[in-house]
């Protein structure tokens, strides 16, 4: 499952181009034109960058940017400022505020790309690569297959789709809800107890023999991947 990028921007022209070029390079993508309403997005999805830009409706990418670094919870998400604004102390502005990038419009989509896979790799090297281990489980992208201590494990597409979310950011807690709208699509009716059956299939092909559990409930909260 590809990286998960966000946009916060209130042209339509950008947020149409954005998408289609992102998801043409094999990311999740989703928006918000509203800067109240990407926060909560945001929040709630738990993106693996944001693409945001400078002036938006309600509430300012600088704004959004300050509320996300000072939260432990959000202060690791890569942020990548888009603007119309190029003078020095307007970029100076933006990364006293948080952001990790800073991008002039109108821009390049090839530089944009660039700038965003190699944030990807510095502050989540999980969600690029095509092999990903986290202690004695292994999950390889590419041919679709999971081992654990080198043993193959067979999982259904959707429990292989929670694992490599959950792989992504190990031990962060995630909700049901977050889990609904990041593995199935948030545009997809699926009642929360469908969560807890794929969650029980996940455990009982991943807990293999002489191995120990690594998804952890956290009663009223989630669940997460931990050691």
């Known amino acids: 499952m590809s990286a998960h990028v966000f946009i916060a921007e209130d042209e339509a ?3 149409s181009l954005l998408k289609y ?11 918000s034109e509203n800067g109240e309403d990407a926060l909560k997005q945001i929040k709630s999805k738990q993106p693996d960058l944001i693409l945001m830009d400078w002036m938006l409706p309600e509430l300012s990418g600088v704004e959004i940017c300050k509320n996300l670094k000072k939260d432990d919870k959000f202060n690791d ?28 419009k109108p821009f390049s989509q090839k530089e944009l ?13 999980q969600s690029s690569s095509d092999v990903v281990e986290f202690t004695d489980l292994k999950i390889d992208r590419i041919t679709k297959r999971v081992y654990r201590k080198d043993k193959e494990i067979t999982l259904g597409p959707t429990e292989f789709k929670l694992l490599d979310f959950f792989i ?12 609904l709208n990041n593995v199935w ?21 991943i807990n293999i023999q ?18």
């Open 13 to 15: 022209s950008i947020v």
């Open 21 to 31: 070029n992102l998801e043409k390079e094999g990311y999740k993508v989703s928006h």
């Open 77 to 104: 998400i890569p942020v990548i400022m888009l603007t119309a604004k190029g003078e020095e102390e307007d970029k100076l502005k933006a990364f006293d505020t948080g952001a990790d990038d800073y991008v002039t």
């Open 113 to 125: 790309n660039a700038r965003i896979k190699s944030l990807l790799r510095r502050s989540k090297p």
């Open 168 to 179: 992504k950011n190990p031990k962060r807690v995630y909700s049901r809800e977050q889990l």
């Open 185 to 205: 699509g948030e545009h997809i009716y699926v009642e929360s107890r469908t969560v807890d059956v794929h969650i029980r299939r996940l455990r009982q092909a």
């Open 210 to 227: 002489n191995t120990k559990p690594l998804i952890r409930t956290v009663r009223s909260a989630g669940y997460s991947l931990e050691s």
